[in-house]
């Protein structure tokens, strides 16, 4: 009986792992998928994507990952509403030779401010806030006591669309002000490390740097102030509304803000490296010790809403079919919300948490800190797709037009795809 049940099992095994394919690139209609399964790199991945011919894709992202010196890349593409494909290259951590899984967490930097854009949309949608809600002063959203001490009467003007679309009056002439703790804390007479109130105390007490409303200057700067949006308006913190009002609905379960030490590291988070040659820099933190660029330079908990979220390739494919107003996927946003978000302004100003978005129907979102790089775009033909990289180089955010190349030049040969959808082996 014991010799019977094993002959079985590997029976049953060999027809899960030989899937009849028609030639071609892509070709797999009569695809047999194994149960659900946690383990979506091990058992699909190497089960399902290994019998497609994928290896142009691989050879494509490995001279891409080696001529630009990534330690690793992840990689998930969706045609259609169905994720189509998703795979890791080269090394979540090197010392420990940990290959990359397309589970694994990575950094997403400013791609965060997507995530706080769909959250904020949530509350306009609930009534809780509208975009012309003012923001500072007696009448505004962050109107405590410690607030009131408004140096430009400007402030005053400032809506939550301003601090959506890059508008609400502030450059960089000087410097990104989120980047720039030991600034804050010297305008607001504070020691480090300093957190968001400090930062709303400083930029009451001090000049907005022109008209808000009047034009469009990147702000990482107001995205921060958004989180203290959400969280005031809520009465909760700004991670917990957002996995209960955005990641919970888009069935994302393992995105969460992360650390800025090695040492607060997820189990399932990969490693970050900068190139061999970079300098350290002073901790964020105030205590004077020198840290790489990578660990430490920079306060990821306080960039949260602006740049602290921690993303699987897949989660983001999860949360752009939620959002990205395609009947074939129920979306966490009306229809309105989403053109609201999209739309191509008239005047130049930036859309609402997308980096851009354009008339043709291309919407994109990049991101960027020491030690990550991150591109999510959506297409009109069905294709949405994110990569991500665990490395920085010398391009710095320039690295993500040559992300944006390659994967244009895959899905140009992407002549057809399995009619799987992985979604729907995972977990939820």
Known sequence: MSMFRNCLFTFLLLIFIFIPSKQGCFSNENVL???????????????????????????????????????????????????????????????AQILVTPNHLFRIASVSKLVTAVAIMKLVENSKITLESKVFGKYGILNDDKFLHIKDKRLEKITVRNLLNHSGGWTQHYGDLAFLPKAVAKGVGESL?????????????????????????YSNLGYVILGKVIATVTGTSYEAFVKKEVLEP?????????????????????????????????????????????????????LGSAGGWLASAIDLMKLVDV???????????????????????????????????NDRGEWWRTGTLPGTSALVKRQPNGYSWVILSNTSNYKGPRLAIEMDRIMSHILLKADHWPDYDLFSYMDN
């Open 33 to 95: 998928l194994p149960a659900r399964s946690k383990t979506i790199n091990k058992l699909v991945i190497s089960k399902l994507i290994k019998e497609q011919n994928y290896a142009f894709i691989d050879a494509s992202i490995e001279k891409f990952r080696q001529q630009n010196g990534l330690k690793g890349v992840s990689v998930a593409i969706v045609k259609d509403e169905k994720l189509v494909f998703a795979k890791g290259y080269g090394f979540a951590n090197e010392e």
């Open 250 to 302: 888009a069935g994302i379960t393992d995105m969460q803000l992360g650390g800025s030490y090695a040492d607060e590291a997820l189990p399932n988070e990969v490693s970050y490296y900068q190139p061999e040659d970079g300098k350290p820099i002073e901790s964020f933190d105030g205590s004077g010790r020198m840290v790489p660029k990578t660990y430490g330079a920079n306060d990821i908990h306080l």
């Open 323 to 357: 959002i990205d107003n395609d009947p074939k996927v129920k979306d966490i946003l009306t229809p309105e919300s989403i053109r609201e978000m999209t739309r191509v302004d008239p005047r130049k100003l930036d859309p609402l948490g997308w980096r851009s978005t």
């Open 193 to 217: 490390p300093v957190n968001i109130d400090s930062y709303i105390k400083f930029v009451t007490t001090h000049n907005v740097h022109f008209e808000p409303g009047s034009n469009s200057v």
